[in-house]
């Protein structure tokens, strides 16, 4: 239970790692929000069900679960969200020149 | 688990770095977005690790207001704020 808690871990982190490298790597605002956008979802999915295989299933696993859903939710509104204000300002800018 | 802390740790460090030479306000507000997420995993790991269940509650208020300020930040961007 422990290995496969540590490989679904150490998948995730992975994840992590490459989404923070591309977001320095890339050279712009929505390329960024891409890089940022799929790693993280799939890091963090992948960490927090790993802690949940870690700990067994004890009642605090629910919190965590409940978290998951959570962050399932809100990472793709606030990606949306960030996505909108730069195209809209964007727009904007060049509608002015 | 300490290995995976300190892996998602060293993962701050180029997100740090966008924060502070993001050439607009959208990239550094994603920064910030993604340093939050960041900081709530090494959050519930420590509370994994350590067994203290009040620590996930911490790890749910924590991404809960920055999602709230996030938003706020981003609609206030949307509408011009901040130029004039």
């Given amino acids: ?97 | 688990m300490g290995v995976i802390d300190t892996l998602v740790l060293c993962s701050l460090v180029p997100i740090l770095i966008l924060l502070w030479r993001g050439p607009t306000a959208w990239d550094r507000l994603l920064a910030y977005n993604t340093a939050s997420n960041r900081i709530v995993l090494v959050v519930c790991l420590v509370a994994v690790a350590s067994r203290q269940a009040i620590y996930l509650d911490v790890a749910i208020g924590y991404a809960a207001l920055s999602f709230l300020g996030v938003i706020i930040v981003a609609r206030f961007l949307e509408r011009g704020g901040g130029q004039r």
Avoid: K
Wanted: proline share 1%; hydrophobic share 50%; charged share 15%.
């Fill in chain 1, 1 to 97: 239970m422990t290995f496969a808690a540590y490989i679904l871990m150490g998948i995730g982190v992975g994840f992590v790692f490459v989404g923070s490298l591309g977001m320095l790597r890339f050279r712009d605002t929505f390329s960024r929000l891409q890089a940022s956008g799929v790693a993280d979802n799939a890091g963090l999915g992948l960490v927090l069900i790993g802690l949940v295989v870690h700990s067994g299933w004890d009642r605090h696993d629910i919190t965590l679960l409940l978290l998951l859903f959570l962050m399932l939710i809100t990472n793709p509104i606030v990606t949306h969200s960030i996505a909108r204000s730069a195209f809209v300002q964007r727009h904007r800018e060049e509608r002015e020149q």
